[in-house]
């Protein structure tokens, strides 16, 4: 994994059903403050994030960044207004300072709206798209994510508890919306169960471990 073009040591990312993903990680190199940072698998994976980057401190002779998905404002405080009969897009526009959104129908939908002024920007999103995330491309989604259903055999899976499951094979796209499969010994039923929470774990070891949490499918 490259972080800004360095050499990932350790460090986990966190993908959240809601919100933003963030990003702890051990580089040799620091990374300033509010800069774009970009995480890519250099090893031929799919996986590449764009964020900001929020903390870097020294540690020993490592340093330790923290990265948030996005323009890093989300934090930022928004001006009360009162908002009346107005497209979610334009309501957004009038309080972001950075944050960039994807294409979504939904951002057409007129809305009567009142922003506090003890709010900052992910409480108005909170407020008017209570299902919103952050994709790899560091865009605000607000819609849902559409459940993928993916195909998990038993080698995969290294554990199963009663609310998580790690998994061996970091090529399935696991993220949070997906559905998989799993047979349950204790009932001799199969289940499905979506994941509204994934944790992806390098190691100095090189290895990766995607840990979920996850709850039943109905």
């Known amino acids: 994994m490259l972080v ?12 959240p059903l809601k919100g933003a993903w963030s990003a702890a990680l051990h580089v040799s190199t620091p990374i300033a403050p509010s800069t774009p940072t970009q995480i890519i698998d250099d090893q031929g994976g799919l996986l ?30 928004v001006n009360p207004a009162w908002h009346q009969s107005e497209p979610l897009s334009a309501i ?16 057409s939908n007129q809305q009567n709206s009142y922003v506090a002024s003890a709010w900052i920007f992910s409480d108005l999103l909170d407020e008017l798209a209570p ?19 993916v195909s998990v055999s038993p080698s995969d899976l290294l554990k199963l508890a009663p609310h998580g499951a790690d998994f061996k094979d970091t090529q ?10 799993v047979f349950v010994a204790a009932t001799s039923q199969q289940r499905q169960f979506q994941i509204v929470n994934v944790r992806i774990e390098w190691m100095r070891s090189g290895q990766t471990r995607v840990r979920t949490e996850i709850n039943p499918w109905t």
Do not use: Y
Request: hydrophobic share 45%.
């Open 92 to 107: 957004f526009s009038a309080h972001t300072s950075g944050e960039a959104f994807a294409a979504s129908p939904s951002l």
């Open 4 to 15: 800004n073009g360095v050499q990932l040591l350790d460090g986990f990312a966190s993908f």
């Open 48 to 77: 590449q994030l764009n964020g900001t980057c929020k903390l870097s401190s020294e540690d020993g002779p490592e340093f330790r960044a923290v990265i948030i998905g996005g323009a890093g404002k989300l934090g930022a405080p």
């Open 172 to 181: 399935i796209m696991l993220r949070p919306g997906a559905v998989f499969p």
């Open 131 to 149: 299902s919103w995330w952050m994709n790899d491309a560091g865009l605000v989604v607000v819609d849902p994510p559409i459940p993928s259903f």
